[in-house]
C-alpha cells in the first residue's frame, strides 16, 4: 500500500514515553532547544533501495511478527500522517532539500518495538523484517492540519488482548497532547529531514533521501502515547492480538471504545482502527 512512500517516525514526541520505554539514556548525548521538543526523527522503510534492513517493506493492517530473538515487543501505538514531500534543487541541481511536508492523511499506527537499550540507531529496533509494524487500512482526510483542524478532536486509546480478556496499554491521550503539533511539528521535521545528522543514535535523513531517490510521499509516524501500569509491563507473544484505535474524542469517550474493543465490534465510523495478530514465526 504504501511501498513507495519513505518512512519515518518521531523519537520522543510525548512526555514520559521515553522514560517509560527505558530509552531516554539512549538520547543524552542529542541536543535539543526546549525541554518539550522530540529528539530526533528516524526511518523505518526507505523505497528504491536494495539492500538492508530499510529496504524492506514492514508495514501491515493485519499482521505482527515478531523477531525471533526478542521477548520484550511493545505496542506503541500513535497517530501517522500520510504526506506529500516537496523539495526544491540547489542551484548546482545535484542536490535537493525538503521545503515542506503537506499532510493529506492520518490513521492509527503501530510503532511496534523491540526494547533494545543502547542500540547504535534507533531504527535498529523498528524494522526487523516484513510485517514488522502496523498501519491501518482505513485513513482519514485530513482537512487543515492547524488548531481548528478536524485532528483536533481526536483521541488515541490502545488495548491489548490474551486469553479472551482485554486491557488497555496506553492511556487514552488527545492527539493535540503531543509536544509538537502542527505547523511546528512539520516545521521541526522539514528542519531534521535537511540537517539531522549521523551522530549517537540519530542517523543523516539527508543522506537517505537522496539513497532513495528523493520520494515525494511519506508516511510519519509522529510518537506514542505514554503506556498504562499493565502496557509498561507486559510483552507482545504469539496468540496476542494488537489494538490501536484513532477516534473522535465528539463522539465516543473512552469508556466506550474500550466497550467497543472487548466486544470486538470497533468501527470504521469516526475512527481509524489497527487490529493486528501477533503471529509466530
Same mark, same amino acid.
Given at each position: ?8 517516525? !518521531? ?5 514520559? @514515553? ?10 543524552? %548525548? ?20 536494495? &539492500?538492508?534492513?530499510?529496504? !524492506? ?40 532539500? $525538503? ?18 537499550? @543502547? ?9 526487523? #523484517? ?17 488548531? #481548528? ?7 488515541? %486509546?490502545?488495548? @491489548? ?28 521535521? $522539514?528542519?531534521?529531514?535537511? @540537517? ?31 503506556? &498504562? ?8 507473544? %504469539?496468540?496476542?492480538?494488537?489494538? !490501536? ?37
Amino acid at each position: 500500500m504504501f511501498n513507495q512512500y519513505v518512512g519515518f517516525g !518521531v523519537a520522543g514526541n510525548f512526555a514520559g @514515553h521515553l522514560e517509560q520505554a527505558g530509552e531516554a539514556a539512549d538520547f543524552i %548525548a542529542v541536543e535539543v532547544k526546549e525541554t518539550a521538543q522530540p529528539k530526533a526523527i528516524f526511518p523505518f522503510y526507505l523505497p528504491n533501495i536494495e &539492500t538492508g534492513p530499510l529496504a !524492506v517493506y514492514p508495514l501491515s493492517s493485519a499482521v505482527i511478527i515478531p523477531p525471533n530473538d526478542a521477548d520484550n515487543l511493545q505496542i506503541e501505538p500513535e497517530v501517522a500522517l500520510i504526506c506529500d514531500v516537496i523539495y526544491s534543487t540547489s542551484a548546482d541541481g545535484t542536490t535537493k532539500i $525538503v521545503t515542506a511536508l503537506i499532510p493529506r492523511q492520518f490513521g492509527a499506527y503501530n510503532d511496534c518495538s523491540i526494547r533494545k537499550p @543502547h542500540a547504535k540507531k534507533i531504527s535498529e529496533k523498528k524494522n526487523w #523484517g516484513v510485517n514488522s509494524k502496523g498501519i491501518s487500512d482505513h485513513l482519514i482526510a485530513i482537512d487543515n492540519f492547524a488548531p #481548528g483542524g478536524i485532528l483536533d478532536s481526536y483521541r488515541i %486509546a490502545s488495548f @491489548h488482548c490474551r486469553d479472551g480478556e482485554t486491557h488497555r496499554y496506553g492511556e487514552d491521550s488527545a492527539v493535540v497532547g503531543y509536544s509538537y503539533f502542527h505547523d511546528i511539528l512539520l516545521d521541526w521535521i $522539514v528542519e531534521r529531514m535537511n @540537517h539531522q545528522q549521523d551522530i549517537g543514535p540519530t542517523e543523516n535523513i539527508a543522506q537517505l533521501l537522496e539513497q532513495s531517490h528523493y520520494p515525494t510521499q511519506a508516511v510519519i509516524s509522529i510518537g506514542a502515547t505514554r503506556y &498504562t501500569p499493565y502496557g509498561e509491563t507486559h510483552f507482545l507473544q %504469539a496468540g496476542d492480538s494488537s489494538i !490501536v484505535v484513532v477516534y473522535d474524542g465528539r463522539r465516543y469517550n473512552a469508556s466506550e471504545i474500550m466497550q467497543m474493543a472487548t466486544n470486538n465490534d470497533l468501527t470504521d465510523d469516526g475512527m481509524s482502527v489497527l487490529i493486528q495478530q501477533v503471529n509466530a514465526l
